[in-house]
């Protein structure tokens, strides 16, 4: 049984910094990455790491965010520094298998003054 379990958000100011967290389980996963979802907005992707190491960032946060990942773990991160109001969201965790992706539930982040 695949089990994707996320922790790490909350609220912090602009500028500020946060870490997400996702460990994954139950399958072979060839790249982790993360997406996030604003109200009223598309699901849409962060950023995006390759079993191998290969990244893929989204423009609006490059140079903030770093994804990064433990295969021994199975856990994938995100480093999410200088913040901003326009980064809240639901940040969800996506592990692609060979059959099917799966997600995690979702972890609120909230950038607020």
């Known amino acids: 049984q695949v089990q994707l379990v996320e922790s790490g958000g909350g609220l912090v100011q602009p500028g500020g910094s946060l870490r997400l967290s996702c460990a994954a389980s139950?399958?072979?996963?060839?790249?982790m990455s993360w997406y996030r979802q604003a109200p009223a907005k598309q699901r849409e992707l962060v950023a995006i790491?390759?079993?191998?190491?290969?990244?893929n960032y989204a423009d609006s946060v490059k140079g903030r965010f770093t994804i990064s990942r433990d295969n021994a773990k199975n856990t994938v991160y995100l480093q999410m520094n200088s913040l901003k109001p326009e980064d809240s969201a639901v940040y969800y965790c996506n592990a692609k298998a060979f059959v099917r992706d799966y997600w995690g539930q979702g972890t609120q982040v909230t950038v607020s003054s």
């Open positions: 790491m390759t079993r191998g190491g290969t990244t």
């Open positions: 139950g399958s072979y996963f060839y790249a």
